[in-house]
């Protein structure tokens, strides 16, 4: 019969990777819960489809997102269950600082009293080592990056150094109403001694699948690319503003002067990867990416036990990673939906292939066995599921974590 996809998306590299396969299109066909074996949807349809208690997923069916997916990929939720896992640690007498992935962050307005006062705290000790005298509402003083919970592409971001500038966040300055509402903003301190290259600021996208939660399995490509700046970076007060120097991404970037049509201002991972160990050396730069999997790992067991896991689910994370002057990789966001739109050839060409990937890992031969035996490699049509190959290695994919024995 074949394997039947739906896609909510108009993306090229998903519709080609479906057609390549043979997979036949029912997406235009009337909604039928049974009528699909793979939906690639919205957030909006996720959503839409696990709210539905009558509907009943068959063991077959995959869809690209869990229930719940936000608790990671929205910015304040994320925070929250970063700091609770850290709280968590720290009462099973293990050390917090092990779960230093992310900067100070405050989410806003909730926590306006507890952020204007590290506020002031940060900057008086910043003023104390230049010499000067403490900082007020009013003065000048450290750098801190404001972005709104659920907003993707840089809309909305924006750099403070004053608590005057975000006075309409203080609770105390909103009605009841808002006070707890979606709009939320989270306040981190900025990176202000980002790593340069080429003395422009960068962030990196890593590509990250998780298969399941309970037990935890995710897979990690080597398909990821540096985000790079137009304008050279400058700490300096007078250039906050200037969003060509501070916010890597690529939606606000293109509509710079010093945009790059020709490489989209992207940097392959593995090009990054090589200029590290020629600048840094070798011992440094793995330790570098090391780390990285280390902060995506603490990331996800922080909502482990928040996440719903449903075994018709899978996540394709877009992890943004900045990395500070001392090699420290420090996590800045998690998209559930990483932008699939392309502005170069090479940028078609592993965005194509992440997916591709990411199709091999969550419909395994055993999945394929069930749903469209015929797609087999003819060797593999009468072989029993569990003499199939222990997958560690699926293209640009390694698998990073399987708990699935300890869990058993």
């Excluded at 869809?63 to 910015?75: A, M, W, Y």
């Excluded at 990331?299 to 899978?314: E, G």
Aim: aromatic residues 10%.
């Amino acid at each position: 019969m074949g394997v039947r996809w739906k896609c909510d998306l108009d993306k090229p590299v998903l519709i080609s990777n479906f057609r390549r396969r043979g997979w036949i299109d029912v997406t235009s066909e009337v909604d039928d819960t049974d009528g699909w074996d793979l939906w690639w949807a919205n957030v909006q349809n996720i959503k839409a489809l696990f709210a539905d208690v009558l509907t009943r997923l068959q063991p077959h069916q995959r869809v690209n997102h869990f229930p719940n997916h936000f608790e990671l990929t929205r910015k304040d939720l994320m925070v929250k269950n970063i700091k609770r896992y850290q709280k968590q640690i720290k009462r099973e007498g293990g050390n917090p600082d092990d779960l230093d992935i992310i900067p100070t962050t405050f989410v806003l307005p909730q926590d306006y009293m507890l952020f204007a006062e590290e506020f002031r705290r940060c900057s008086q000790q910043q003023h104390q080592q230049a010499g000067g005298a403490g900082s007020s509402g009013g003065v000048v003083g450290a750098t801190w990056i404001m972005k709104p919970s659920s907003r993707s592409q840089g809309k909305g971001i924006f750099l403070i150094n004053r608590l005057s500038q975000i006075k309409q966040w203080s609770v105390a300055s909103l009605p009841p109403a808002l006070r707890s509402g979606a709009d939320n903003y989270v306040v981190s301190r900025y990176i202000d001694n980002p790593l340069l290259i080429g003395g422009k600021k960068f962030d990196m996208r890593i590509y990250v699948v998780v298969t399941s939660f309970k037990p935890l399995k995710v897979y990690m490509s080597r398909l990821g690319f540096g985000r790079f700046c137009n304008v050279k970076y400058s700490a300096e007060v007078g250039e906050l503003c200037n969003e060509f120097m501070h916010l890597t991404n690529v939606a606000i970037q293109q509509h710079g002067e010093d945009y790059n049509e020709q490489h989209g201002n992207k940097w392959p991972l593995d090009l990054m990867r090589l200029y590290l160990e020629g600048t840094r050396g070798v011992e440094a730069t793995d330790r570098l990416f090391a780390d990285i999997e280390g902060v995506i790992l603490k990331s996800l067991r922080a909502c482990q036990n928040i996440i719903v896991n449903d075994r018709h689910c899978f996540e394709l994370y877009g992890y943004d990673i900045i990395v500070d002057v001392n090699l420290k990789p420090w996590l800045i966001e998690v998209n559930a939906s990483p932008s699939l739109t392309t502005t170069t050839q090479a940028d078609r060409l592993l965005k194509h292939r992440v997916i591709s990937d990411t199709l091999n890992i969550v419909t395994p031969p055993d999945w394929l066995a069930i749903t469209d035996p015929a797609t087999l490699p003819p060797e593999m049509r009468d072989m029993d599921a569990t003499e199939y190959a222990f997958r560690e290695q699926v293209g640009s994919m390694r698998l990073i974590c399987d708990e699935s024995e300890d869990y058993q």
